[in-house]
């Protein structure tokens, strides 16, 4: 009966090859596409990452590309996918790549770990796959296989790394590390693994001893916070002009709406959203000038670590209002940067300033969270059923 690292790292291939699932990143050997869908992957389920692993290639099909893109094309990309810093981060990394390695992805794993989003797993994980190399790539599944193979209740990192490492081949240690992490994926579920189909269960220590449901120890569960947001919909009317005499409508036509973008570090950190109780000082003067016009529905959307409520007021600024303030990186009274007249959002140039007065319609094109999503769409539905 098989029980070596060698046997086992053998049948676990073996069922690999014979079940292993079709996924476009598994046709190519580029490390910089490898690496892409390694940093999707993280928290993010495979049939969700697939279409949008595709559209990144599509828009940046080289690691030099993204590294000439600009922030706000690469956050607007990723829009939808959660965890905004693993953009950020692999837009920082893939110009650190592009300025000290000369645009080639490096292949060791302690140089790796030196780019900005790349831990042990990453690091380890693209090494591997991409360049053969012998070391292990240890996530979540692999954490849960592992630890029910040796029976071990709340294995510690270096335990786990120590384990997997003794068990990848010399050969195929890529294919080895992406047969553990789907074997966790597919088989060895955290509920109801299905033993009967595991090549490693006349192996497995705690199937023998029936506590693979508890193996990994399950962490207590946590009460998530909630949090109520009140967020401003702050409409200018008049367009460009923002005169708000808008013709025979009663300066109602051509609205602009007010985003602002959020601070580049923290969560959620360089997307655009409407502005709420954090913004700047500039902003809150802006809503102090403000009438309200409407309330619309709450919008609720759950993070990872907490379930925020938001309720939107939408906010109506009269005359010139809202054309005196100065953005961060624009001059007062100078339009340049801070506004768009059109369907097309902004270029690089004019999306330097941290806030604009968008046509709502444009509010599409600008980088949102789901949430912030959500409330443009509330938005136009309001503004498309007011009268005129």
């Not at 399950?218 to 916070?225: A, E, L, M, N």
Request: hydrophobic share 35%; with cysteine; net charge neutral.
């Amino acid at each position: 009966m098989p029980s070596s690292g060698a046997d086992l790292a053998r049948l676990l291939l073996d069922h690999f090859d014979a079940h292993r699932r079709a996924m476009p990143w598994r046709e190519t050997s580029d490390p910089y596409a490898i690496w892409v869908s390694e940093v999707m992957l993280q928290q993010t389920r495979v049939d969700t990452v697939i279409p949008y692993y595709e559209r990144w290639l599509g828009r940046f099909p080289t690691l030099r590309d993204l590294a000439e893109a600009e922030l706000d094309d690469v956050l607007k990309e990723w829009e939808g996918l959660g965890y905004y810093s693993r953009a950020r981060n692999l837009h920082r990394a893939a110009r650190m790549v592009r300025e000290r390695h000369d645009g080639v992805v490096p292949g060791e794993p302690e140089t790796l770990r030196e780019l900005p989003g790349i831990g042990e797993y990453t690091a380890g994980a693209v090494a591997s796959i991409a360049f053969g190399a012998r070391v292990p790539a240890v996530d979540g599944n692999v954490r849960r296989v592992l630890a029910r193979l040796h029976d071990l209740e709340a294995p510690g990192p270096a335990e786990l790394r120590r384990r997997a490492a003794a068990l990848v081949p010399a050969e195929r240690p890529g294919d080895f590390n992406q047969a553990l992490m789907e074997l966790g994926a597919t088989v060895c579920t955290p509920r109801s693994p299905d033993c009967g189909a595991c090549p490693w269960a006349d192996h497995c220590r705690a199937r023998r001893l029936g506590v693979q449901e508890q193996r990994p120890r399950p962490p207590g569960k946590k009460r998530i916070p909630e949090e109520f947001v009140h967020t401003v919909m702050l409409l200018r009317f008049g367009g460009a002009g923002g005169n708000g005499e808008g013709g025979g409508r009663g300066g109602l036509e051509d609205p602009r709406v007010l985003l602002v973008r959020r601070p580049e570090d923290g969560l959620l950190g360089g997307l655009w959203e409407f502005p709420g109780i954090g913004a700047s000082p500039a902003v809150r003067d802006l809503v102090a000038a403000g009438e309200r016009v409407a309330t619309l529905s709450p919008v609720r959307h759950t993070f990872s670590h907490k379930r925020v409520e938001y309720r939107p007021q939408v906010l109506r600024l009269d005359g010139r209002a809202g054309r005196d303030p100065a953005p961060v990186g624009g001059a007062a009274g100078d339009d340049q940067g801070t506004e768009t007249g059109t369907e097309t959002p902004p270029g690089p140039e004019a999306r330097r300033a941290d806030l604009a007065w968008v046509e709502p319609r444009a509010v599409r094109g600008y980088a949102l969270p789901v949430a912030q999503q959500k409330l443009a769409a509330l938005l136009l539905e309001w503004l498309e059923g007011r009268p005129h």
